[in-house]
């Protein structure tokens, strides 16, 4: 299952690892499949630094929160 924030699949994003990688330009491989190329580029780089598991869903919740309120 998708993660509900995520504008692509795992299934997508390993396709877009695909076409770049088999030659096609990630300005064609983002129009054919409906997203900007800076996301087009960050699925790359996240399967060439992370390999299969950087297409994964990840969180978006964000690591820290230095303005939090306390709990009391």
Same mark, same amino acid.
């Given at each position: +299952? =998708?993660? =509900?924030? =995520?504008?692509?699949? *795992? ?5 877009? /690892? ?9 300005? @064609? *491989?983002?129009? #054919?499949?409906? /997203?900007?190329? #800076? !996301? *087009?580029?960050?699925? /790359?780089?996240?399967?060439?630094? @992370?390999? @299969? ?11 820290? +929160?230095?303005? #939090? !309120?306390?709990?009391?």
């Amino acid at each position: +299952m =998708a993660h =509900a924030n =995520a504008r692509t699949t *795992v299934f997508a994003r390993t396709l877009i /690892v695909d076409r770049v990688l088999a030659g096609h330009r990630p300005g @064609e *491989v983002a129009k #054919q499949l409906g /997203v900007s190329r #800076q !996301t *087009v580029h960050k699925w /790359v780089r996240r399967w060439r630094a @992370e390999g @299969e598991a950087g297409l994964a869903d990840r969180s978006s919740r964000p690591h820290r +929160m230095p303005r #939090q !309120t306390s709990p009391e």
